[in-house]
């Protein structure tokens, strides 16, 4: 890159036994924030080996394993919460609340805010456009998508064409690893998607390695994730459904998928 000092940067690391954490620097400003607050320990850690400094939290939902650690890092480091209106009452410590539409001003960056109502019903995601990198807790997950906990099908596909929107070469950062599990079911209703094919080989490789198979491209999930698919011909055609609507393939897929 041209202008290192414009790059957002990222760093992951894992968390409790499948959450990721991500810090994202803006080095102009000294800033730092954490995406969620999966763990305490961990994003502490992170912070001391990249020595950074945490001076925001990044809320995409109020469950435990995303806000869980909110106060204790509030208190520790003085830093300042945002996070979804919808949930602000499920939030502990929020300072700034966003919602769909909403920019926030991270240093040199700007996220976009955009409701994914479904995993949870005020669920946010955070889309840094300039960056390519979107953070979207549990709405998209490589080759996956949130379980249905509070909204419904219908809520969660038009969250899913929104994140669909984005710009192909977007880095998908979702908050768990979960790709291997999704890969084995997404062949299970898609086995003629030769992308799938070498992209489920190439993740067995990856995690054999114990490697992340975070983030993913927009374009890639497109291809291959059986939850931005209901219109895939052999999809509907092996869950007999070829004339059914988007929504009802999409519901039906979930279902499958929390059975499965
Ligand atoms: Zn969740």
Not at 153 to 170: G, I, V
Not at 213 to 220: D, E, G, K, R
Request: aromatic residues 8%; contains cysteine; charged residues 25%.
């Amino acid at each position: 890159m041209n202008h290192p000092e414009l790059e957002l940067e990222i760093h992951l690391f894992p968390c409790l036994a499948d959450n990721y954490g991500f810090l994202i620097h803006d080095r102009e400003y000294g800033l730092t924030a954490t995406i969620d607050t999966p763990e305490v320990t961990a994003i502490e850690k992170a912070l001391v080996i990249k020595g950074w400094k945490l001076t925001y939290i990044l809320n995409t939902h109020h469950h435990w394993d995303h806000a869980g650690g909110n106060l204790e890092l509030k208190e520790k480091t003085g830093c300042v919460i945002v996070g979804p209106r919808a949930e602000a009452t499920r939030i502990p410590g929020i300072d700034i609340q966003v919602g769909e539409g909403d920019t926030f001003a991270f240093g040199q960056h700007t996220a976009r805010i955009l409701a994914t109502p479904g995993h949870t019903l005020g669920h946010i995601v955070y889309h840094f456009e300039h960056a390519h990198a979107a953070f979207v807790g549990d709405t998209l997950f490589a080759l996956g998508c949130g379980r249905l906990f509070e909204g419904t099908a219908e809520q969660m596909w038009r969250s899913l064409q929104k994140l669909m929107q984005w710009p192909d070469e977007t880095r998908i950062y979702c908050a768990h690893e979960y790709t291997q599990k999704n890969a084995h079911f997404a062949l299970t209703i898609e086995p003629g998607n030769q992308e799938l094919v070498a992209r489920a080989a190439e993740i067995d490789r990856l995690r054999k390695k114990d490697h992340p198979t975070i983030p993913s491209l927009l374009a890639m999930e497109k291809m291959t994730n059986p939850f931005l698919r209901p219109t895939s011909r052999e999809i509907r055609d092996r869950l007999d459904m070829l004339q059914a609507s988007d929504t009802e393939v999409f519901a039906r897929i979930r279902e499958l998928k929390d059975r499965y």
